[in-house]
C-alpha cells in the first residue's frame, strides 16, 4: 500500500514537471501569438506595430435629422468632425447647433490607449519568461498567470465599459474648447468607445428654479476593428484561464517543486 502510494506521488510529480516545463510554455506561446495579433488590429504604435496614420469615416446620425455627425477618426483620435444636432430653446423651439472638430485640435479617445497600454503589458509579462525559462513551482506560475489576466481584463474593460464623466468635466474639457466654433453654455458633446461601437453623445442642461439637470441624445456606428479586438481579449482571456486551471490541480501539493521527490514514510507513519 505504502509502495502504491509512493508510486501515484513519485507519478504526479512527473505530470507536474511536464506540465511546467512543457504545456505552461506551449500555452503562453498560443496566448502570445493571439496577444500579437491583436496587437496588429489596434490603430496605435504597439508591439513592433504601427497603424497610427489608420484612417476611417463614419457617419454617426439619428432620424428626423436631429443628430448628424460626420467623423474621421485617425488612430486613436477624431481628427475631423463635422457636427449638427439640434436643441429646443423656448417654446419648444428646435435651433440647430453646428460645430466641428479639425486637425490641428483632435479629440483623442483615451480608452483606446489605455486598452493598448495594457494589451501590451500582458505581452511583456509572456515575454519576460521566455521558452527556455524554468518555473520552479505551481505558485510561480500562477503568479504570472495572474498577472497576464489582470492586464486582459483591464484593457477590454476599457474598451467596454467607458469612464463616467460629471456634466461639468465634459463641458470644461480640453476637447470641448477646441471645437469651431464654441457650443453654447448649455450644451456639451462627447466621443467614447462602448464595447465595439463609436459613440457620440449630445447634453442639453437645463436649469428650472435651481434644479438642473440634462437631456442627452445619442448615436453610434460600430467599428470593426473593435469587434476583432474584443474577440482576440476574450479568446486570450480564455486561454489563459484554461492553463491556470491546469495549473492549480497541482497547487494543493504545496510540497511539489521542480526537482522533488516523494520520499518513503518514516516510521510510525
Known amino acids: 500500500m505504502v509502495d502504491c502510494e509512493r508510486s501515484e506521488a513519485i507519478n504526479l510529480q ?29 490603430p496605435v ?3 513592433g506595430n504601427d497603424n497610427s496614420s489608420k484612417q476611417e469615416k463614419f457617419v454617426l446620425s439619428v432620424p428626423s435629422d436631429q443628430l448628424k455627425c460626420l467623423v474621421t477618426l485617425t488612430g486613436d483620435s477624431i481628427t475631423h468632425a463635422d457636427i449638427n444636432f439640434k436643441v ?5 423651439n428646435p435651433v440647430m447647433i453646428h460645430t466641428a472638430i479639425h486637425s490641428d485640435y483632435p479629440w483623442k479617445l483615451q480608452q483606446v490607449q489605455d486598452a493598448a497600454n495594457h494589451l501590451q503589458q500582458a505581452i511583456y509579462h509572456i515575454d519576460d519568461v521566455g521558452k527556455n525559462y524554468k518555473f520552479k513551482s505551481s505558485d510561480e506560475v500562477l503568479h504570472i498567470l495572474g498577472n ?3 492586464s486582459l481584463q483591464r484593457g477590454r474593460t476599457s474598451l467596454i465599459v467607458p469612464k463616467k464623466k460629471a456634466i461639468d468635466d465634459l463641458m470644461n474639457s480640453r476637447n470641448m474648447k477646441a471645437l469651431t466654433p464654441n457650443l453654447p453654455e448649455d450644451t456639451a458633446i462627447s466621443f467614447y468607445i462602448q464595447s ?9 442642461l437645463t436649469n428650472i428654479h435651481g434644479n438642473v439637470s440634462y437631456d442627452s441624445t445619442h448615436a453610434e456606428y460600430p467599428v470593426p476593428w473593435l469587434n476583432e479586438v474584443l474577440v482576440l481579449f476574450t479568446v486570450g482571456l480564455q486561454l489563459c484561464q484554461q492553463l491556470k486551471d491546469k ?10 517543486t521542480v526537482g522533488s521527490r516523494p520520499t518513503s514514510p518514516g516510521p510510525g507513519i
Do not use: M, P
Not at 512527473?14 to 489596434?42: P, S, T, Y
Not at 495549473?247 to 511539489?256: G, L, N, R
Open 88 to 92: 429646443t430653446r423656448q417654446a419648444n
Open 148 to 150: 497576464i489576466l489582470g
Open 45 to 47: 504604435q504597439l508591439y
Open 14 to 42: 512527473h505530470e507536474f514537471e511536464w506540465v511546467l516545463n512543457q504545456e505552461i510554455h506551449k500555452g503562453l506561446d498560443q496566448v502570445h501569438q493571439i496577444l500579437v495579433e491583436c496587437a496588429r488590429r489596434f
Open 247 to 256: 495549473i492549480c490541480v497541482f497547487s494543493q501539493y504545496k510540497d511539489f
Open 196 to 204: 465595439h461601437k463609436l459613440i457620440f453623445a449630445t447634453y442639453q
